[in-house]
Every structure is written in structure tokens, then in C-alpha cells.
């Protein structure tokens, strides 16, 4: 994928992040798959990526946890 910030080629790689959660928890989700810039660290996510993200940031606040930790690659 090219980097959507300077054009140069970002190689898939893998990421952590961490969602402030609306309930007031935080969401830690470990090993998304990603591509991250080798020029300027953008890193940037698969359209199926960012909805999978947006599931698992819905149940972390459904279960009204402090922080919820979770593994992207144990989660399907
Ligand atoms: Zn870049």
C-alpha cells in the first residue's frame, strides 16, 4: 500500500492500539494488522481492519471494563 501521507511504499506490518472508550474505559487491542510507512511512520489500516476495530471498541464499552486488552488476531 502507498502511504497516504508522503507516497512512499508502507509494507504490512503490525500495530497497538489503544481507543478511549465513551463509557470512560480504554480499549487496548495488541497485533493489528497494518501497513506502516517506512519514510514517515504513517501507519494505516484495511477498510475490513477499521470495521473489526469498530465492532471490538463497541463490545469493550458494552462490557464496562477500566481497561479491556485484547489480541486483534484471537478476536475472529
Ligand atoms: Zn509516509
Not at 3 to 31: F, M, N, Q, W, Y
Not at 46 to 51: E, I, K, L, N, T
Amino acid at each position: 500500500m502507498k502511504c497516504a501521507r508522503c507516497g512512499k511504499e508502507a509494507p504490512e506490518s503490525l500495530t497497538t492500539e489503544a481507543v478511549e472508550l465513551d463509557a470512560g474505559g480504554l480499549l487496548v487491542v495488541r497485533h493489528i494488522p497494518c501497513y506502516r510507512c517506512g519514510n514517515c511512520g504513517e501507519v494505516m489500516y484495511a477498510g475490513d481492519v477499521v470495521r473489526r476495530m469498530e465492532e471490538l471498541t463497541g463490545q469493550a464499552e458494552a462490557m464496562l471494563q477500566e481497561i479491556t486488552v485484547v489480541n486483534y488476531a484471537r478476536t475472529r
